[in-house]
């Protein structure tokens, strides 16, 4: 017995000696790094906690604040982190920094270090939750215009919660994802501009806003519920082309909201989308198929007074489905995204006029089982129904509709409702747009998958394809106007025998800026 005691005692002892304390703060020891952890009579006054310290002779990188280390840390008011913090709390039911309510100044010296921390989903694991005035202050100076390092790709879960005195935020091409209340509460701020790197934005992103108006880049295919809840002051939104659904809350007491765009993508609306939203005016659904609308949607909404603009053939399936609006009309263009390739297909249920719009449609009207290419053939008035291949500048653009038409040979299928797509169809093997390694071009399936609505593939008969050719290989599109702008991206995977030569006759290995000669085409590079 004395043995198993002795031993218990020896195991005890090294745990407690790793609590230490050093110029008044407190540090649970561990390896050669040290962690921030509460202390007996609490934190006052203008604290800097350092870089490192030294303990027995022994030196320690300070990395990370402990779980409850500043709880109630009421006479608090300034804190120093340095840029050697990457973890703030581990526990996402602590609330680290709940109580300090005289804590208005954090300052940082490198913003790039402050963007790598990791707090918790529990806003009270950043310091500047604790006061309605907390501010964040880079090397002294108050931060008001936030630019985010172009080596960040991820804005983390409460990274900049509740950020007072920042009016403006800037990301670079590198961020993809925003995370959860990252930027809720930054009730300052009146300007962001996003990203078209952007792909996910997460829940209660951007939560009591003050901002009018945001752009959400084309980018975007995933957006959390409540991302915009309670952004009283936003009065319209446009919704990108890429997301298939509006989750819950997601403009819930956006009190000032007056006109919404929903993409033809969009099959289900979340419960209180559009709760207490008492200003809405228009709401222009492109979805053909009429989206589900789940609980309280338009909870005291003021939709008796609002107008619901929808595709032509669908306003009786609306009327019934999406009752009690004031107003039902028959929507006169349609919405096209156009995302950072330069390049989508689409599928419109009317007939689309493009002869004043930026914007260049193309059919599919052959394809070369000599070459791989595909022939684009420019057309400024499309058929309803048809599958098309649309160029320009990545955003989102308003194409009218129109009761004529041009009728052309198209081997592009569209559809208007979200579709399964095989990956062969007897004879046919099937096609759609993709991006393999930056070259954006026609690829065959790998397997059967869902095609969103508004949009189109290429089918070809497997029997046309020459010996040899492997139907993974991308196919080239080849445009008929040679003064067609296109990315260089568009250029996808050639055959083993393409050549590429410039104007002056040289051979080059790749193509380059301005007009190339591609397998005896003319083919102009962005």
């Not at 670079?172 to 009146?190: E, K, M, R």
């Not at 752009?215 to 936003?234: E, H, M, Q, W």
């Not at 009327?319 to 028959?330: A, C, I, M, N």
């Amino acid at each position: 017995m004395r043995k198993i005691l002795l031993l218990s005692f020896l195991i005890l002892v090294p745990i407690v000696a790793d609590a230490v304390i050093v110029d008044g703060i407190n540090y649970n020891l561990s390896g050669t790094t040290a962690e921030v952890t509460s202390y007996s009579s609490s934190y006052s006054g203008a604290l800097v906690i350092p870089p490192s310290i030294t303990y027995n002779e022994n030196n320690y990188t300070v990395t990370s604040i402990g779980d409850g280390a500043f709880t109630n840390c009421s006479d608090l008011t300034e804190l120093t982190i340095p840029s050697t913090i990457i973890q703030i709390g581990t526990d996402p039911n602590d609330n680290l920094f709940m109580g300090c309510n005289s804590l208005i100044r954090i300052n940082i010296t490198d913003l790039e270090a402050w963007c790598r921390i990791s707090f918790t989903t529990n806003r009270y694991s950043n310091p500047l939750s604790a006061n309605n005035s907390s501010c964040l202050y880079l090397n002294g100076e108050k931060l008001t215009e936030l630019i985010i390092p172009n080596t960040i790709t991820t804005i983390g879960d409460n990274q900049f919660y509740n950020c007072r005195g920042i009016t403006s935020v800037t990301l670079p091409n590198s961020v993809t994802s925003i995370g959860h209340q990252a930027f809720a509460s930054c009730y300052d701020v009146t300007t962001f501009n996003l990203p078209n790197s952007l792909e996910r934005i997460g829940t209660f992103a951007f939560w009591n806003d003050n901002f009018t108006e945001i752009d959400i880049p084309t980018s975007v295919k995933c957006i959390g519920y409540s991302a915009f809840n309670s952004c009283r002051n936003l009065t319209s939104v446009t919704l990108p082309g890429g997301i298939s659904m509006i989750p819950i809350g997601l403009f819930s007491y956006c009190k000032a909201l007056t006109t919404v765009y929903i993409p033809c993508g969009v099959q289900s609306i979340g419960s209180y989308a559009f709760q207490y939203c008492d200003k809405l005016e228009h709401i222009y659904c492109y979805a053909v198929t009429v989206p589900t609308l789940n609980t309280n949607v338009f909870g005291s909404a003021s939709i008796s007074t609002a107008t619901l603009h929808v595709p032509s053939g669908s306003k009786t399936s609306y009327q019934e489905s999406w009752t009690g609006f004031g107003t039902y009309s028959s929507l006169t263009d349609a919405m096209i995204t156009i995302g950072p390739s330069g390049v989508t297909t689409f599928c419109c249920s009317s007939a689309l006029d493009f002869t004043s719009s930026p914007l260049k449609a193309y059919v599919a009207s052959d394809y070369s089982t000599t070459t791989y290419n595909i022939t684009m053939t420019n057309v400024e008035k499309v058929k309803a129904s048809t599958g098309i291949v649309v160029l320009g500048e990545e955003g989102i653009y308003k194409v009218p509709t129109t009761s004529y038409y041009t009728s052309v040979t198209n081997l592009l299928v569209g559809v208007t409702s979200w579709t399964v797509v095989q990956k062969s169809n007897g004879s046919k093997t099937n096609y759609i747009l993709g991006n393999k390694n930056g070259n954006v071009g026609f690829y065959a399936l790998s397997s059967s998958g869902q095609l969103s609505a508004g949009k189109a593939y290429l089918p070809l008969t497997t029997t046309d394809l020459p010996s040899g050719h492997a139907l993974a290989r991308g196919l080239n599109m080849e445009f008929n106007d040679e003064t067609t702008s296109i990315s260089s991206s568009i250029q996808t995977e050639a055959a083993g025998d393409e050549q590429i030569f410039n104007l002056q006759g040289q051979r080059l290995n790749q193509p380059q800026k301005g007009i190339n000669i591609i397998s005896g085409k003319k083919v102009y590079i962005k």
